[in-house]
């Protein structure tokens, strides 16, 4: 599974990041990815279409196949927000700055939904994996 891109959407105020249309070249920013930190059974269960399942506990390693860039947006979720904050712990320590933890994949959902916008192809290089 790939990297998830998703555009910047505001519900009730609070910038949300939810599912979008693909980043035009000439656009400065690069889109958010969502990352589901649930285990892969959890994720295969369910998830939010275009995000790409990295445990919280394999984060460290994992995260390099979506981006290396500090300053882009990621965005977490899992089943109540707990692995997502652990997650995020981790993310902000290796000095990851702009990481959102959306709580459950029920949020993430109706975030996701809310865009009312297709869902990106994941990207990712084909030869990294999360083998956690």
Not at 29 to 46: I, M, N, Q, S, Y
Request: hydrophobic share 45%; net charge negative.
């Amino acid at each position: 599974m790939g990297c998830g891109m998703f555009q910047l959407l505001v519900i009730a105020g609070t910038t949300i990041v939810a599912a979008g249309e693909p980043a035009k070249a000439s656009e400065k920013e690069p889109l958010p990815v969502w990352v589901d930190v649930r285990t892969k059974e959890e994720f295969k269960a369910g998830h939010v279409p275009g995000a790409v399942n990295i445990t919280h506990t394999a984060i460290r390693k994992g995260i390099a196949r979506c981006t290396d860039d500090k300053e882009r947006l990621i965005v977490l979720y899992c089943h109540s927000g707990y692995r997502a904050a652990l997650a995020m712990a981790d993310l902000w320590d290796m000095g990851y700055k702009n990481v959102v933890n959306l709580g459950s994949l029920e949020s993430a959902l109706a975030a996701a939904r809310k865009a009312e916008a297709p869902i990106l192809p994941p990207e990712v290089d084909p030869d990294a994996r999360d083998d956690d």
